[in-house]
């Protein structure tokens, strides 16, 4: 143990006694993308050894930019990838691989973590994820990054302001940029996996932890920490966990070959002329009438203005949700 932890070991911030408590504290990881799979590897190298990935998506040529994998694990389950490589790392850790998506049913497997990390790339998961740990008293980190920016804050329920505190309302899908629309430079995502690496074995170790909303941009190097308060009204924080109880967006399979109905939890009113802009810049996108027709690698996905969307040539529900998060975010 010592050996192989002696370099972080000798900084101080971190005893032998408290490596060893580390080693044992439960962490589970959703979202094995741009953040999720950079900050496994991270936390592993750290000392984690008891870890859960959650993803429901594949590896993609576009990925290798910026994420933990390599050209031999394209097409293959993320988290399957994932877990192959972190036990390539250290072999015994343990490590649970979850093909899946988060709702109702998958996310007590988050029940007896001791912190939960957000690689997710959508809010709708987010606010379902807050009320689940804010019920559950589970900390978690907030985590998202776009373009050369990232956004980050520590949620620990009973201390700090949690989620749904500074994000009230969820907005209409399409209005948020994504990696289609904006693009990220991987040293934006690499810097913001760091950051919550660090705070998340500050967490786990009851060492001072931030409570602000931080926010970086890995071009200009500016730096922002935002006081963030607890709303008086905020329904998690007051025992209202709503997000429990609403629908989430549905994949329904259709007749014939790899298609799906994407559905929307709620009815949204998508500036499609708007987006179809944003995503000209990385993708093929072709306007018929109010349909945009987009071709994301292999996936077809016409999408239109109350959110609906069909998507072709998708493995499973899960790819289809997923390819759709990464047109509009949800």
């Not at 922002?224 to 429990?244: D, F, I, P, Q, S």
Request: glycine fraction near 6%; charge should be positive.
């Amino acid at each position: 143990m010592f050996e192989r932890y002696s370099r972080q070991i000798a900084t101080g911030k971190i005893s032998l006694k408290e490596q060893n408590a580390f080693a044992k504290e439960k962490i589970a990881i959703i979202g094995l993308g741009a953040i999720g799979s950079p900050l496994a590897v991270l936390l592993l190298r750290l000392g984690a050894k008891n870890i859960i990935i959650i993803d429901r998506d594949f590896v993609e040529l576009s990925n290798l930019q910026r994420q933990s994998y390599v050209e031999e694990d394209i097409g293959n389950p993320k988290a399957e990838a994932l877990k192959k490589h972190l036990l390539e790392i250290d072999s015994s850790a343990k490590i649970i691989a979850v093909v899946a998506d988060i709702d109702k049913e998958t996310i007590k497997i988050l029940k007896n973590q001791d912190l939960v990390l957000d690689g997710t790339d959508n809010m709708e998961t987010r606010f379902f994820v807050n009320d689940f740990c804010m019920k559950n008293r589970i900390p978690w980190i907030y985590a998202a990054a776009i373009g050369t920016t990232v956004t980050t804050m520590n949620i620990v329920p009973g201390k700090t302001a949690c989620f749904e505190c500074v994000f009230e309302k969820e907005l209409t899908p399409g209005i948020l940029d994504t990696c289609e629309t904006a693009g990220i430079l991987n040293s934006t995502n690499t810097h913001l996996a760091a950051y919550v690496a660090v705070e998340a074995i500050k967490i786990l170790l009851g060492k001072k932890i931030s409570e602000c909303l931080y926010y970086h941009d890995s071009w200009t190097h500016k730096t922002t920490a935002a006081e963030v308060k607890k709303r008086k009204n905020c329904n998690a924080c007051n025992g209202k966990y709503l997000h429990l109880q609403e629908k989430k967006t549905e994949s329904v399979a259709l007749c014939g070959s790899n298609s799906y109905h994407i559905k929307p939890a709620k009815i949204v009113n998508i500036d499609l002329e708007a987006l179809a802009g944003k995503l000209k810049k990385t993708l093929v996108v072709e306007t018929k009438g109010s349909i945009i027709h987009i071709t994301l690698e292999n996936t077809k996905i016409s999408l239109f203005a109350d959110g609906r969307a069909i998507i072709k040539n998708a493995k499973s529900p899960q790819q289809a949700k997923a390819a759709y998060a990464r047109i509009i975010g949800i």
